[in-house]
């Protein structure tokens, strides 16, 4: 079976500019959540949904983030304007609605130069 | 207040030795999940084994096991037979049972460097 996919698996931009980071979900799979990783502050949650629909957003930084899920297979995190402190490893996941353990994809190395 | 405590940076363990890896929890929701992740050096976060808090007998997979002691809120993982590849980040993580709330809480990981 396919695991999540992301893409691209690295990106690098000057700041400024507009990052798009993309996921796939595993088929079936009802949850999809949006993470982020960096040394000082390790594994954020970002934001998550249900059925295509924003669940808890609490974890997103700030206005220059934005997520969208518009079907069940595909779901973006857009940074406009991109800052030089958003360079991380942003993951995506996945789970079915009997919360099974969270699959995560290989993740997108973002940084801002 | 931190949810999930790994009080342990790092570790060396032998190879084909066990090794355990110390998590502790908190939370007031008699009805949670745990998790342990382990991420290789090529940055992937791969799911080892879960244990939920209602379970009576502590989880297995492979070489993997949790020690569940819920009195003393711990959820160590233990690695038997050590193989070189399971150098690595390990992080537990909890997710508490509200309804519908799926988020995880990670630690902050454990390193753990297997010497041939």
């Known amino acids: 079976d396919a695991g999540v996919i992301q893409s691209p698996r690295h990106e690098v931009t000057e700041m400024g500019q507009e990052v798009t980071l993309r996921c796939k979900p595993i088929?079936?799979?009802?949850?999809l959540f949006w993470y982020r990783q960096t040394m000082m502050r390790g594994l954020e949650l970002l934001i998550y949904?249900?059925?295509?629909?924003?669940?808890?957003d609490s974890g997103m930084p700030e206005d220059r983030f934005s997520a969208k899920m518009p079907n069940a297979s595909f779901s973006t995190l857009k940074i406009q304007p991109s800052e030089p402190r958003d360079s991380a490893v942003y993951f995506c996941?996945?789970?079915?609605?009997?919360?099974?353990?969270?699959?995560f994809g290989d993740g997108t190395r973002l940084s801002i130069l | 207040a931190q949810k999930i405590t790994q009080t342990q940076p790092g570790m060396f363990v032998q190879e084909k030795e066990a090794v355990t890896l110390d998590c502790t929890y908190d939370?007031?929701?008699?009805?949670?999940?745990l998790f342990w992740y382990k991420q290789p050096s090529s940055g992937e976060m791969i799911f080892l084994i879960y244990?939920?808090?209602?379970?009576?007998q502590n989880a297995t997979e492979g070489r993997y096991s949790l020690n569940f002691q819920k009195a003393r809120k711990s959820a160590n993982l233990v690695i038997s037979a050590s193989q070189l590849g399971d150098s690595a980040m390990y992080f537990c993580?909890?997710?508490?049972?509200?309804?519908?709330?799926?988020?995880?809480?990670f630690g902050a990981g454990t390193t753990v460097t297997v010497r041939a």
């Open positions: 244990q939920g808090s209602y379970d009576q």
């Open positions: 996941a996945s789970s079915d609605r009997e919360g099974q353990p969270q699959h």
């Open positions: 949904f249900n059925n295509n629909v924003p669940i808890d």
């Open positions: 939370t007031s929701d008699p009805s949670y999940g």
């Open positions: 088929s079936g799979h009802d949850y």
């Open positions: 993580a909890m997710r508490e049972g509200r309804s519908n709330d799926y988020k995880l809480s």
